[in-house]
C-alpha cells in the first residue's frame, strides 16, 4: 500500500515538472514575423475596394468597407512561416472594381519582428511611371521613384 505522503509527493513532482515544462516552452525564441501595413489618403470603397499583398506562392486579398480608414497604418497581412535572412519580395495592390489602382513593391530581409509599410498617394494616381530613371518604375507622393524607396529615403 502506498502511503498518503509518497502520493502526495508523486503528486506534487508531477506538478511541478508539468510546470517546468510549460514555462520553459515559453523561454524559446518567437518565430520570426513581418507585420505588412498600409498607410494611404485615398478614400476606401470610393477610390480603391480590395487591397491585395502578395508573396511568391502566397496572395491575399481583403475588401474594403467604408468603416475602415488607412490614413494611419494598419496591419494588412502577417507572415509567421519566415527565417531570419530571408530575402522576401513583397508587393501591395490597392484594386477599384476589380483593376489595379496603384502597386507597391518591397524587398525585405528577414531580421524578425519587420515592419513593411506600404504608402500610396492620391498624388499617383494619375502618374505613370517611369518618367526619366528607368529604375523609378513606383510612385511614391507624385514622384517616380525606385522600388525599395520609403519616406526620406525617396531622395
Known amino acids: 500500500m502506498v502511503s498518503p505522503l509518497a502520493s502526495r509527493a508523486g503528486c ?8 517546468a515544462s510549460s514555462s520553459l516552452a515559453g523561454c524559446e525564441a518567437p518565430p520570426p514575423e513581418i507585420s505588412v501595413q498600409l498607410l494611404t489618403d485615398l478614400a476606401p470603397v470610393s477610390q480603391f475596394d480590395e487591397i ?3 508573396r511568391r506562392g502566397d496572395s491575399r486579398s481583403i ?3 467604408g468603416s475602415q480608414r488607412y490614413d494611419t497604418p494598419r496591419v494588412i497581412a502577417e507572415y509567421r512561416d519566415v527565417s531570419v535572412g530571408t530575402v522576401l519580395e513583397l508587393a501591395a495592390e490597392l484594386r477599384f472594381q476589380g483593376r489595379a489602382v496603384l ?3 518591397r524587398t525585405v530581409r528577414v531580421t524578425g519582428g519587420d515592419i513593411v509599410l506600404f504608402t500610396f ?3 499617383c494616381t ?7 530613371d528607368p529604375r523609378a518604375t513606383e510612385c511614391e507622393g ?3 521613384v525606385v522600388p525599395d524607396c ?3 529615403t525617396c531622395g
Open 12 to 19: 506534487l513532482a508531477a506538478c511541478l515538472a508539468a510546470l
Open 52 to 54: 491585395a499583398v502578395l
Open 63 to 65: 475588401v474594403v468597407s
Open 103 to 105: 502597386r507597391r513593391t
Open 121 to 123: 498617394s492620391a498624388s
Open 126 to 132: 494619375e502618374i505613370a511611371c517611369p518618367m526619366g
Open 142 to 144: 507624385g514622384h517616380c
Open 150 to 152: 520609403t519616406g526620406v
